[in-house]
């Protein structure tokens, strides 16, 4: 059977579960699911182990020291009428600051 490109979820009270469905499916990775932890055996699961972090839930230490691997949500501004040879928009205006970041450094 051909196998990867699918990930399922796991967690430590379904290893027989999981061993099952990946074999079923053919799967290469194996991640946690929100609020659940994954089993101590979990290398013998799948080739390959995600590991989810959640900022909402104090994972803020890890997240600041690797914003390069925050997710990226792409955002809307209103739209605006150009009335002139310059047209100035700013990107931030009706979202939080506290809670969104322009990515600037990856800006053209």
């Given at each position: 059977m051909y196998k990867g490109r699918v990930t399922i979820p796991t967690d430590e009270s379904f290893v027989e579960g999981t061993k099952e469905?990946?074999?079923?499916w053919?799967?290469?990775a194996v991640r946690d699911c929100d609020g659940t932890e994954l089993p101590k055996n979990v290398k013998e699961l799948a080739e390959?182990?995600?590991?989810t972090y959640f900022?909402?839930?104090g994972?803020?230490?890890w997240a600041e020291k690797h914003p390069e691997e925050t997710h990226r949500t792409f955002l809307m501004s209103a739209r605006n009428l150009?009335?002139?040879d310059t047209l100035s928009i700013d990107p931030m205006q009706g979202y939080f600051p506290q809670q969104i970041?322009?990515?600037?450094?990856?800006?053209?």
């Amino acid at each position: 059977m051909y196998k990867g490109r699918v990930t399922i979820p796991t967690d430590e009270s379904f290893v027989e579960g999981t061993k099952e469905i990946a074999a079923m499916w053919g799967a290469d990775a194996v991640r946690d699911c929100d609020g659940t932890e994954l089993p101590k055996n979990v290398k013998e699961l799948a080739e390959k182990v995600y590991n989810t972090y959640f900022i909402v839930r104090g994972d803020n230490e890890w997240a600041e020291k690797h914003p390069e691997e925050t997710h990226r949500t792409f955002l809307m501004s209103a739209r605006n009428l150009a009335e002139s040879d310059t047209l100035s928009i700013d990107p931030m205006q009706g979202y939080f600051p506290q809670q969104i970041q322009p990515d600037a450094e990856n800006l053209s």
